[in-house]
């Protein structure tokens, strides 16, 4: 895959760049407090986990109505989207903690979730965030048959009403991923992108395929052993649990990257951008809802994604407060900071751009 370069000769947005990062790590040293995660991130991991994992102990000890079974997959859902965003994350990021170990052994709370930790890896900390909405860079924005992401991308009929259907689709974002890593872990082969990484590629698709393999037992196949519930029960369950975490994961994801005033860039022929990437990462990204601590806790902070993209190392309990820091020295140097100021309001231009995408 060629490379591309992000080029800037403009001395104030250079001077921007220094003044933002002075300012915001400033704000750690005058109140000496780490970067990283605290108590309450023990305690956030501790309930996601238990929010996923308490809900599947039921289903397996105790004797249920169908209906009670659905609910309890519903819980799980929302506990294991909550797990992906608001501690495996961090982790994965390195932005948990100041001990690796502890950053490597909170992001393989990803194998829970049946995904692998390497793919994740590739397509969220390195194409994802070295190129936000970046045509052909960011796997994001690609078109998924039925919605196009892109404006750069090929324009089909099927596109002009994804801002009614697009939800319903955006629930199977996560059965899709659990069920083509193996494949896009192929093509990162076969482009040598893995080794690049010093990663073997047998070795990493030997993983993949036994953590699936794993996965599935534990959340089919014992099901299937120890509880009542027929075959078809048992797989309505376990994809109602991953169509509420495609929504919910789906739709977060959109609301910070495809919304109004939020920029698409297309290289030139050379590979070439002209911007500094961290002017580049603010002109791609949005946040929303600010205030909205109960939002905050459980996302994990990706409300605040313009942080999370300037600074993907520092942990995301901090957001918060950097926020009114990086805004202001935003505004400061003449830069929008692109802020939707409710959950509906992100909602709404997360459609709308939809429709603009579609038509």
């Not at 797990?83 to 961090?90: C, E, F, L, P, R």
């Not at 376990?238 to 919910?248: A, D, K, L, N, Q």
């Not at 996302?299 to 957001?319: D, M, S, T």
Request: aromatic share 14%; glycine share 6%; proline share 3%.
């Amino acid at each position: 895959m060629k490379a591309v370069k992000f080029v800037c000769d403009n001395k104030q947005h250079k001077q921007f760049v220094a003044t933002l990062r002075a300012n915001v790590y400033n704000y750690f040293k005058e109140k000496g407090i780490s970067t990283k995660g605290n108590f309450s991130m023990a305690i956030k991991t501790i309930a996601m986990l238990a929010m996923y994992i308490a809900p599947f102990v039921v289903l397996l000890t105790v004797s249920l109505p169908f209906w009670s079974m659905l609910l309890l997959a519903v819980l799980m859902g929302i506990g294991m989207a909550g797990i992906g965003m608001a501690v495996m994350h961090d982790a994965v990021h390195g932005s948990y903690s100041h001990k690796k170990w502890l950053n490597n052994l909170l992001g393989s709370t990803m194998y829970l979730l049946g995904n692998n930790v390497f793919n994740w890896k590739i397509q969220h900390n390195i194409f994802h965030h070295a190129y936000s909405n970046v045509e052909g860079f960011d796997e994001d924005i690609s078109t998924k048959v039925v919605i196009r992401l892109s404006e750069h991308a090929p324009l089909r009929k099927i596109h002009k009403y994804q801002h009614i259907h697009a939800f319903f689709f955006y629930g199977f974002m996560s059965i899709y991923k659990l069920l083509s890593e193996l494949f896009q872990l192929i093509r990162y082969n076969k482009a040598g992108i893995t080794k690049k990484h010093q990663a073997n590629p047998t070795l990493e698709c030997t993983k993949l395929i036994v953590i699936k393999v794993l996965y599935l037992f534990v959340f089919i196949g014992l099901p299937l052993l120890l509880t009542d519930f027929s075959w078809w029960q048992v797989l309505l369950g376990f994809f109602v649990m991953h169509w509420v975490v495609g929504c919910i994961l789906s739709i977060i994801f959109q609301m910070a990257h495809i919304v109004e005033g939020v920029d698409q860039v297309l290289p030139s022929k050379d590979g070439t951008i002209e911007n500094d990437w961290v002017i580049h990462e603010l002109q791609t990204t949005a946040n929303f809802a600010r205030n909205n601590r109960f939002l905050n806790w459980y996302i994990g902070g990706l409300n605040f994604q313009i942080e999370h993209h300037l600074f993907p190392n520092i942990c995301h309990i901090h957001y918060r407060k950097i926020s009114p820091i990086v805004e202001k020295t935003a505004r400061e140097f003449g830069f929008t900071y692109n802020l939707k100021p409710t959950f509906f309001n992100a909602l709404i231009s997360h459609i709308r751009r939809l429709k603009e995408l579609g038509r």
